[in-house]
């Protein structure tokens, strides 16, 4: 009879008999914590009424039970929730704990399979066959077992928490299976690992997944070692550095030396004092040299702190250059390096009077630079310095798109420095230099910010006294400071910072300009860069207008500049080689030295046609002329749009149509024209993009054409945009355009009639050879630039009456 409160003795404890069929039937323990082995001891906890219950039942009868591991411990207790091999097992003394739980020791006697459940409650019995070991190969289990062994004792060398006397208990039983069995429960493997090793009957397999798993521990363990020893070696570094600073202190100490870590901070202390800082940034440095004070030599905040130090007595306070306000010295200087740009020049002449009235009592100007690449806007910039006696300092913001960039990195993290204008200020050594900020309209924007917006408190002169960098985090003043801002086009500049810039055109040059300044600037220069100044090498005009036409197409002259130093690398040739070299440049020689013509020069229709008129557009370039065809053609009355028109442009063809239509009567057209032909309008050029109302009216003057068959005056040229009822509104680009028609010599030119103020600004020598009519509607344009129809009536309307004499025929 077995005691029912349990005994410590497993021995007393039989094993289950088995049926004929080698099965056995027991009541079931489900576990989530361990899995229990054959004739080893682990403890067993019964967590849920179902087990507890199996584990009384089994006490009471003294019998085995069987021990499985749940598939899901989180999944309530039922025979689908269990793994099917598992280990009958005999339990010792119950104990019940606080929690309501049973906890217990069991010993592991036969690997089962669990076949099938005879009951579910009030607790699981089971059916299960008893398992048998199996062999492959004799030979497979002794080098595993000598594999796993020297396994066994690397992972004694490496792991310090493996039990001493594990492997020598291991080596002394003899038996292969019931080793595997034990390293796996000792080792305590993952549950998983540990149920696979239960469910390998072979015990070669066994041996196998005991010995992956270790050899994987032992990967880890290798790992994790070698970053220990890195770490204690990095620490013991540390200590040690700091040990040998602390003895070296000492030392010079006692040798009357100064500590270098203190002269280091008494020399930030005298910068700090002679940097004549505001008040409030003064206290602001203190503080953060106290800090540094306090800070032991090593730690990491103390570069942060030195950084923002060196930063604070690095910029310029108070140190300035004294303006020079000599009102003719300026224009000379103005004069001496750029040519034209009167408007430009008139603006700071004006402030430097100004200023030499006023002091300071008025605030410096913030001036927008806006006009196509190369016609002087960032030179002009350094010209303003010199005339002012500034200092010169320039950002290019093309591509910025983080506001850090602009307001700086905030001292959370090392490495985090002041933005590019408080950088330039350290730079320019100075508080009112002559600050150029670049393509300011190439900034652009993503996650990080938007860098424009960051520029508004630092181009308003009404906020900028007082301008916030994250990083200095302390006011900073900016208003003594003449900013310049570059910009190619305005539109992608926000409104808020274009209304905070005095905007100043710079038009493109004209030819007669350019001449000028090639003969006057750009010669001199590189002749002198090249080392032929003393050749005597002239250029002729007619030259310098072959290269200006045929190998340019700006509205500067930097492509110019590029080109006649083309021309005087290949003199500087002949001069090294000491072969003859001429020293008139002629156009001949323009084309022998650069090549054939990049660009011909495009003329209009030479001779009066139908549907072909000449409209001007302007460009970044400078303006253009720009030749319009159309074509009626039969068809539904679609209306066809080539030459890659944008939308404006696509829109003024629709209007002119519409003009056209609604006085059809009045032109002679017949309204079944537009149900039976198609019109096709385009602009040659394809590859290029157009757009824009301005040639509106030239448009309606093809379609008439087209329509009346009237042709078109040849020598006549146009611009205006159309409405639906034929008033022509003014446009922009006047100056260029005028000068594309006189380039291209065409010197009878059709402009709205609220344009006319638009030629002041075009030079005296072009107009005086143009022929500019004034218009305020499409009837007006009309009367000027269609000639006569034909005598005997349109074509079309001839071709029509055959088509209809041939069908009644």
Known sequence: MTNPNGADDFETIQNAPVAEDDTIELPVIVVDDTVVFPSLVSPINGYNPISISAMKAAKSAGSTVIVSLARNGDEDITAQNVHHFATETALGRLIALPSGEYATLGQGRRRVEIIEFKQTSPYLIARARICKETFHSPDSILALEDLLLNLLEEAAQLDQGLPDDMLDYAILQGDQGWMADFVANSLAMPLDVRQQVLEALAVDDRLEIVIDEIDERLDRVAVHNEITGRTNAEMARTQREIYLREQMRVIQGELGDDDIYAQEIDELREQIATANMPPAVNVKAMKELARLQQTPPMAPEVGVIRGYLDWLVAIPWHERSEDNLD???????????????????????????????????????????????????????????????????????????????????????????????????????????????????????????????????????????????????????????????????????????????????????????????????????????????????????????????????????????????????????????????????????????????????????????????????????????????????????????????????????????????????????????????????????????????????????????????????????????????????????????????????????????????????????????????????????????????????????????????????
């Not at 006009?371 to 910039?381: A, C, D, E, F, H």
């Not at 032909?677 to 009216?697: R, T």
């Open 327 to 809: 009102v003719s010295w300026a224009q000379k200087i103005l004069d001496d390096e750029h040519y034209g740009l009167r408007r430009v020049k008139d603006r700071i002449l004006e402030h430097i009077a100004v200023r030499k009235l006023a002091h300071d009592k008025m605030k410096t100007p913030i001036l927008c630079f806006v006009g196509p690449p190369g016609v002087g806007k960032t030179s002009m910039g350094r010209s303003i310095a010199r005339a002012l006696g500034r200092e010169f300092v320039r950002v290019s913001l093309g591509g910025v798109r983080d506001e850090a960039e602009i307001r700086g990195h905030r001292r959370t993290y090392i490495g985090a420095m002041p933005g590019r204008i408080i950088q330039t200020m350290k730079n320019a050594g100075t508080v009112n230099p002559v600050f150029m900020l670049d393509e300011i309209d190439k900034l652009g924007a993503d996650f990080r910010g938007d860098p424009a917006a960051a520029l508004l408190e630092a181009l308003d002169p009404e906020q900028n006294s007082e301008y916030s960098d994250h990083y200095i985090d302390a006011p900073y003043d900016l208003s003594r400071v003449m900013f310049v801002t570059t910009a190619n086009d305005l539109y992608p500049i926000g409104a808020a910072l274009l209304d905070r810039m005095e905007v100043i055109e710079f038009p493109s040059y004209t030819e007669d300009d350019k001449l000028e300044i090639a003969r006057a600037y750009l010669i001199p220069q590189q002749l002198e860069s090249h080392g032929i100044g003393d050749a005597n090498i002239r250029f002729e005009t007619d030259a310098l207008v072959t290269i200006i036409r045929e190998y340019t197409y700006e509205a500067g002259v930097r492509n110019l500049n590029r080109e006649i130093g083309a021309m005087c690398r290949k003199i500087a040739r002949l001069i090294a080689e000491q072969k003859r070299h001429p020293k008139r440049i002629k156009p001949t020689l323009v084309n022998r030295y650069l090549g054939a013509p990049q660009f011909l020069e495009l003329r209009a229709n030479d001779q009066d046609a139908v549907g072909i008129a000449t409209g001007l557009a302007w460009t970044p370039n400078g303006g253009d002329i720009l030749t319009i065809e159309v074509s009626v053609l039969p068809g539904k009355g679609n209306l066809l749009l080539t030459g890659q028109l944008g939308d404006v442009m696509q829109e003024s063809a629709q209007a002119a149509l519409s003009y056209m239509r609604a006085r059809a009567a009045d032109l002679d057209v017949s309204s079944d024209d537009f149900d039976n032909y198609d019109v096709h309008i385009h602009l040659p050029e394809g590859a290029i993009p157009k757009d824009g109302p301005s040639a509106g009216v030239t448009l309606a003057t093809a379609i008439i054409s087209a329509f009346t068959e009237r042709p078109v005056r040849a020598n006549w040229a146009m611009t205006g945009e159309i409405t639906l009822r034929g008033r022509v509104l003014p446009v922009g680009g006047v100056k260029e355009k005028l000068l594309a028609a006189h380039r291209n010599r065409i010197y009878n030119v059709l402009l709205p009639e609220n344009n006319r103020k638009d030629l002041e600004d075009v030079p005296q020598k072009a107009l005086k050879d143009l022929n500019v009519c004034f218009v305020e509607n499409m009837q007006t344009i009309i009367d000027t630039v269609l000639l006569d129809p034909p005598e005997g009536g349109r074509l079309r309307d001839a071709d029509q009456q055959d088509v209809e004499d041939e069908d009644d025929s």
